[in-house]
């Protein structure tokens, strides 16, 4: 498939995958013209990218993982290093601790909407029922 119909298909700009080919995480072939062509395994390729990218990881840390990562849904397991092992689990625990940081500010946010609420209710007028006439026979 051809860069546009990539970058459609993922939601990612043209510009995004030939950087994600400049650093190694893409790879395309090239067709008479000169024109990418990509994969249909491309697909989740970048979508995994993306999910690692929004994860915090940088690329360098992706590019050394990807390899054992032979789609989103299945993890190969190869000889990672040491070096690899260390590196990940210190990106695991940063993680770990911005979900904890980011739990924080929404359960924060969410205290603040509550006591918004609150005001907001307490500061309304009650509706007055009316009353009602009595009838005189």
Do not use: H
């Not at 970058?7 to 067709?31: D, F, H, K, N, W």
């Not at 040491?82 to 924060?108: K, V």
């Amino acid at each position: 498939m051809l860069i546009g119909e990539l970058a459609e298909r993922t939601g990612t700009s043209r510009r995004l995958l030939r950087y994600y080919e400049e650093q190694g995480l893409l790879s395309s072939s090239r067709s008479p013209n000169g024109y990418r062509d990509y994969a249909e395994s491309c697909v989740d390729r970048v979508l995994q990218v993306r999910g690692l990218l929004d994860a915090g990881l940088p690329t360098r840390i992706i590019k050394q993982i990807l390899p054992c990562m032979d789609t989103p849904r299945a993890t190969r397991i190869s000889g990672a290093t040491d070096e690899t092992i260390a590196t990940l689990e210190r990106e695991r625990d940063r993680m770990t601790d911005r979900i904890r940081c980011l739990e924080r500010n929404r359960d924060a946010i969410a205290d603040y909407l509550d006591a918004v609420r609150k005001a907001q209710d307490a500061a309304r007028p009650q509706a007055v029922k009316p009353v009602e006439a009595a009838v005189l026979v």
